[in-house]
């Protein structure tokens, strides 16, 4: 009985301590479920991290439709279409020089003065000599139709005024020679003399250039023969004025071919007169055929790794490599002629690292919930 009676004492303490056992057995099955629960989001989120770093990172940008030019690009110094290197052509100490650098002179306009004392007594000696003559020639004529004179007698007094008349002549060209006169319409470029300096004969003194019209001449390849004609519009850049157009024309072809080079001259000219001057380094390129409305990719999505002109093409999440036809280049622009059509997605920046197939993430290019959010914010409310 005591026994019996010790038994049912203890029982309510011996319950307690089942439920509390049972409680935290509990509590840790619990916070193993949720720590499984955790590890397995946590799981799928590193798989979708990876499967994005996965994909390449591009640019891309659309086909679009554009005027596009047809052109000839090339580079050559502009130079003047008339020069003139003004020589003495007689000897003598210049007692005026009348012109300065950068002055504009006419032509037949005097530049400088000679010394002329002495072709002033030689043409005045000469002058003299040659009265003479005349006169004795006179006289033998009428002597020769009275029978007084010899007809050889005559025909020596006619020879010798004749080299009279010669060395006067002469003599007056040398006189003349004392002022230097400008042969052509221009700007003095250079001088070389000052007022009171011996100007030896033939000696250069003074250089003229006419810069009213000026001219590029390109050397461009054979191929080109047939598109290059005269008339052709030509847009110049200069590098010394840079943002600045010129605008001029094919002026004249030369259609000899160099053997050597195999390169025929094409000869550009612009009106001067102004800001462009020779001597300055051009830019030039001739538009010889437009479109209107072409069919264009940016000129860096060509793959320019490949003998056959290629894009890749953005569908869907990958990229396809898509041969294309290619019509004319126009500075960043590639007109398509075949292959792609408007709107299509092409890859402009990250090439190098994709293949057929290789998934890519454009980063420049809007995502379709992110424009649809823009177009709820900008758009009006309705009353």
Not at 95 to 120: I, N, P, T, W, Y
Not at 148 to 161: I, K, T, V
Not at 275 to 283: A, I, K, N
Request: glycine content about 8%; some cysteine; proline content about 4%.
């Amino acid at each position: 009985m005591r026994q019996l009676t010790n038994n049912r004492k203890g029982g309510p303490a011996v319950r307690g301590t089942v439920a509390i056992a049972a409680l935290a057995l509990a509590c840790v099955m619990g916070l193993s479920a949720c720590k499984g629960g955790a590890g397995a989001a946590e799981a799928q989120a590193k798989e979708a991290k990876d499967k994005v770093s996965e994909a390449v990172p591009v640019e891309v940008a659309a086909a679009s439709r554009r005027a596009i030019a047809a052109s000839y690009t090339g580079t050559a110094p502009l130079e003047a279409r008339a020069e003139s290197q003004v020589v003495a052509k007689t000897s003598g100490v210049a007692l005026d020089v009348m012109v300065e650098e950068g002055q504009f002179v006419k032509a037949g306009q005097v530049l400088v003065r000679l010394d002329s004392a002495r072709a002033e007594q030689q043409a005045a000696q000469t002058n003299a000599t040659m009265r003479k003559l005349e006169a004795n020639y006179a006289r033998a004529r009428q002597m020769a139709e009275q029978r007084l004179l010899s007809a050889n007698d005559a025909d020596q007094l006619r020879y010798d005024l004749e080299s009279a008349r010669a060395a006067n002549r002469m003599a007056s060209l040398e006189l003349s020679y004392a002022k230097v006169e400008a042969p052509i319409s221009g700007v003095v470029a250079s001088r070389s003399i000052k007022t009171g300096n011996f100007v030896q004969i033939n000696s250069p003194i003074i250089r003229i250039v006419d810069t009213s019209l000026l001219e590029a001449t390109l050397n461009v390849p054979e191929r080109e023969l047939a598109t290059l004609k005269a008339g052709l519009p030509v847009q110049m850049l200069v590098d010394a004025m840079p943002g600045k157009t010129f605008t001029g024309k094919v002026d004249r072809v030369a259609p000899v071919v160099d053997s050597g080079s195999g390169t025929f001259r094409v000869i550009c000219s612009f009106e001067g007169g102004g800001v462009l001057q020779p001597g300055m380094f051009g830019r030039l390129r001739i538009d010889y055929d437009n479109r209107a409305d072409a069919l264009v990719v940016p000129r860096a999505a060509l793959l320019d790794d490949e003998g056959d002109p290629a894009v890749f093409v953005v569908r869907g999440k990958k990229v396809a490599r898509v041969p294309v036809k290619l019509g004319y280049l126009d500075g960043a622009w590639a007109e398509v002629r075949d292959g792609i059509k408007l709107g299509d997605q092409v890859v402009v920046a990250g090439k190098t690292a994709l293949r057929e197939g290789t998934e890519v993430l454009p980063i420049n290019a809007a995502k379709p919930k992110e424009v649809a959010a823009a177009a709820s914010a900008t758009a009006p409310l309705k009353q």
